[in-house]
């Protein structure tokens, strides 16, 4: 059983950064395909970035250049480098595991979710 832990939320003013961390346990993380998604109140959970296996990434392009996803597979650690950021960055934002590469930004990939970190952008 995979198990996914967030942290590195918080309260930033636009234009900061953050960099949200995924503790991974239960499997070697180097066998998963990781990504994050968001969930603003009222609004449709989205993809954020995934890294695959053998780490190529791909972004939303509302965080494209601002983001980035990184992966420490010695630790079993995801991280998600935000800047720049904005209030509509705004939302709960989910580490995801996957036991396969493919349609990293389709939510029905991913077989592992973590229960989520609240990023808040405001002044």
């Known amino acids: 059983q995979v198990q996914l832990v967030e942290s590195g939320g918080g309260l930033v003013e636009p234009g900061g950064s953050l960099r949200l961390s995924c503790a991974v346990s239960?499997?070697?993380?180097?066998?998963?395909?990781m990504g994050w998604f968001r969930q603003a109140p009222g609004k449709e959970r989205e993809f954020v970035a995934a890294?695959?296996?053998?780490?190529?990434?791909n972004y939303a392009d509302s965080v494209k250049g601002r983001f980035t996803i990184s992966r420490d597979n010695a630790k079993n650690t995801v991280y998600l480098q935000m800047n720049s950021l904005k209030s509509e960055d705004t939302a709960v934002y989910s580490c995801v595991a996957a036991r396969t590469n493919i349609t990293p930004t389709s939510t029905r990939t991913y077989d592992y979710w973590g229960q989520g970190t609240q990023v808040t952008v405001s002044s």
């Open positions: 239960g499997r070697t993380l180097s066998s998963y395909q």
């Open positions: 890294i695959s296996w053998f780490a190529t990434t």
